[in-house]
């Protein structure tokens, strides 16, 4: 009998097979303080790290399930935009890109619209999708902003938008800087209705997103340590050749200079917008 064959081997081929049906990805490490988090109790608290209190970056369908009521909600059906207009390519054609992005975050672009009831408020949320090629405002986000401004109008509801975006999407050229006036557009059509438009910037909220639409609100809320700004901070400093502030272009740092309203924790979010958009919205009816 030979006991290597007859036992060890077996035995080794057993461990092994064990580990290939363990997942890899029980575990998160905190972007904030390195912590190792159990995966499913992170996505229980909406990635919001129980020990230093670091906003982890979310897909809008995990939004829409905390801020409405009971979770229910209807998404909107947004318009299709052409998916590849400038026949880009860089290491990749744009339309592997966009293939492999819906492949990741099951939404078909940068930005999802639901439309559900908040306390005893209706409104319209649209929250943009990082995860999707950055969160990058091109064609289908400018879309998918007029369709919720349009909805909005049409139902007599307030219009909330959280933006999570890197700019504008280089592979749509001029075509993504022209929803900056789009969206522009569409967001003095809600407030032309006499409804409220508030802004949640989560992080980061960058270049061209910041230019428009983002910074409209009636009502600018930031989730904590989010980075709010059009020129990074590298750049900034790689330009000017100086040390910036501590903090500079934070949440924090913009509450103190009046670029935002108030800071907001994500567990506190659906509590604060019921309140804000009672008040807003009684004031809108009493006008």
């Known amino acids: 009998m030979n006991w290597i064959t007859n036992f060890v081997r077996p035995k080794i081929q057993a461990v092994l097979e064990n580990k290939k049906d363990t997942p890899d990805n029980l575990w998160h490490k905190c972007s904030g303080c ?27 369908k995990t939004r829409f399930k905390h801020l409405f009521n009971k979770g229910e909600y209807a998404l909107i059906d947004l318009p299709k935009a052409n998916e ?18 819906r492949a990741k975050s099951e939404t078909k672009d940068a ?59 280089m592979q749509e050229g001029i075509l993504s800087l022209m929803q900056m006036p789009r969206t ?18 989560t992080d980061p909220t960058t270049g061209g997103v910041t230019a428009s639409y983002a910074m ?25 050749r100086e040390e910036l502030p501590e903090g500079f272009q934070r949440s924090e740092y913009l509450l103190d200079h009046g670029m935002v309203d108030m800071i907001v924790h994500r567990h506190e979010m659906r509590d604060n917008l019921i309140q804000l958009l009672g008040l807003l919205m009684k004031q809108t009816k009493a006008a």
């Open 184 to 201: 522009t557009v569409a967001v003095e059509m809600v407030k032309d209705a006499g409804l409220p438009y508030i802004v949640v910037l």
């Open 216 to 240: 409209l609100g009636d009502v600018q809320i930031a989730e904590p340590n989010a980075l709010i700004c059009f020129a990074g901070p590298r750049v900034i400093k790689d330009t000017i």
């Open 111 to 169: 930005i999802s619209v639901a439309y559900g009831q908040i306390g005893s408020i209706n409104a319209v949320i649209a929250a943009q999708n990082f995860l999707f090629m950055g969160g990058s405002m091109g064609m289908g986000v400018g879309n998918g902003i007029i369709a919720a401004a349009e909805h909005a109008v049409a139902k007599k509801a307030p219009l909330v938008l959280f933006s999570a975006a890197g700019g504008a999407r």
């Open 84 to 101: 590849d207009p400038l026949k880009f390519k860089d290491q990749k054609k744009y339309t592997d890109r966009l293939k492999a992005a």
């Open 34 to 60: 390195g912590q190792l988090l159990y995966l499913k109790d992170y996505l229980e608290v909406q990635s919001v790290c129980p020990n230093c209190g670091f906003h982890g970056r979310i897909e809008p």
